[in-house]
């Protein structure tokens, strides 16, 4: 009688979490804005609030997205962030579900004096399988 015997040592596939996605979300989206992006250093991060989608639709719904449309034109930073929660929102059957995060995001980074400069962010985040940035802007 022959006993045949297999390991399998599978490798453990390392899953981010939400906070770490919406880090290096944030992290990118700040990069892209920077004088010196390798002189990016993160701080810290804090979500600071957290809205469900039956209270952000009401100010994210077809009339407001018309509206900024009227005021901005299609091709506006600000017509489009409403445009992608807008779209993202009514998708979403759940009213109860996490619309959006409100980050308060602290970074390090050289400006374009050369010196180095810590600010404050406030970022708004879509609860989507990526969670996109949507927004950010000095405190």
Known sequence: MSLIISCNQSKKIE???KDEIIKENIS???KNLMN?????????MRIKKQIPVKERV?????????EVLNLTGKDDRLYKQFETEYNFLKKIKDSNKIA??????????KN????????KYSATVLNDKNYTVINLHNK
């Open 15 to 17: 899953k981010k979490d």
């Open 112 to 119: 374009k004096f050369n010196a180095t400069i810590t600010n």
């Open 28 to 30: 990118n989206y700040l």
């Open 58 to 66: 009401k100010t994210i719904n077809e009339k407001s997205l018309k």
């Open 100 to 109: 959006v995060f409100y980050v308060d995001f602290i970074a390090r980074g």
């Open 36 to 44: 010196d992006p390798k002189s990016f250093e993160f701080v810290s």
